[in-house]
């Protein structure tokens, strides 16, 4: 057999054989994927670039549950995964959410083909069975009362190993999911899923503010051009539309006439004033605030008490023997000889 007939082959097995693996899909996820394809449609002008993205997620046993998502780079011919970047996104999100480990990866495409099984080989260093997400944006479902996993265009698959004429290769099976989400998770995607209908009313006056002027702006460079192409002799010259635009710049207020532009100016040199007047009070203010606090520290400082001399000698005072310093008749006592003459 050679190397195009095994090519050829189906990299998927019939439907027959069936995947024992318990699938669980989170919306943040679905989210992402949708997200990653829009941008990049926008960014390349492409209906179908190449999408490529790693699976967040938790594994116990056969059952998996896929919680979040973030982009892969490849390199520069575009079928070989840049490993850096994905080995240092995986450890950022590992410190962040230390639970979530590499399940698998997603990309856009109509069914797996041998350029997924390539892929695939280089997602083995990091997880045994890497699960592979595809999303069909093509794929058109018919409507179902399920609408967890049957009406959305995802299909999941689980790798596997296939022997056929003593020769082993890598398939996928496809494997079934369910759609699981919170009460947290529900809530933020219908929020994300209503967009701005939401928005207060703040948001709706700006929104019809700015259609209103983008309208105006719109009819404005109508009319410049039609009135450039009249004079340039490109367009016929129609004397309704001439008067009609000639009456409405005439109803427009004239910034330039001499007394528009005087009663402009009265009107901002007495804002001017205004705004100096008020300066001036808040700083008389200051100042009167600044002038009391000083006259409250300078009466504290004059009544503050001094010691007189009369004071400071009367301090000395130890018993009768030091009433020898005053005059008087106490002036001439001296022990008790001196006590002897008042007896």
Known sequence: MSAM???????????????GLSLSLHPLPILNISEHLTRLKLQTKSNSPFVLGALLGTQNGRQVEIVNSFELAVENDGKTVHQGFLVDRKEQYKQVFPSLEFIGWYTVAAKPTSFHIALHEQFTAYSSTPLLLILQPSTIYASSSDTTAQSLPL??????????????????IEAPFTVETGEAERIAVDW?????????????????QRAAIKMLHDRIIVLVKYVTDVI?????????TLRSLSALIASLPA???????EEFEIEYEDVQLTAYLATLTKSTHILNELVDK????????EERPVASPRRRGMGGMGGFGGLGGMGGPFGSMRGGADWDRFR
Not at 5 to 19: F, R
Not at 192 to 208: F, N, R, V
Not at 255 to 261: H, I, V
């Open 5 to 19: 007939d095994t090519d050829e082959l189906p990299v998927v097995l019939p439907s027959s054989t069936t995947s």
């Open 155 to 172: 299909k999941a698959y689980e790798p596997t190993i296939e022997i056929r004429e003593r020769k082993s290769r890598s398939v996928f």
């Open 192 to 208: 994300t899923a209503k967009g701005g209908e939401g928005g207060t009313s703040l948001q709706s006056h700006l929104q019809s």
């Open 232 to 240: 340039a002799g490109q367009a016929v010259k129609d004397h309704a």
């Open 255 to 261: 910034s330039d006439n001499k007394e528009f532009r």
């Open 294 to 301: 000083h006259v409250v520290m300078t009466a504290v400082k």
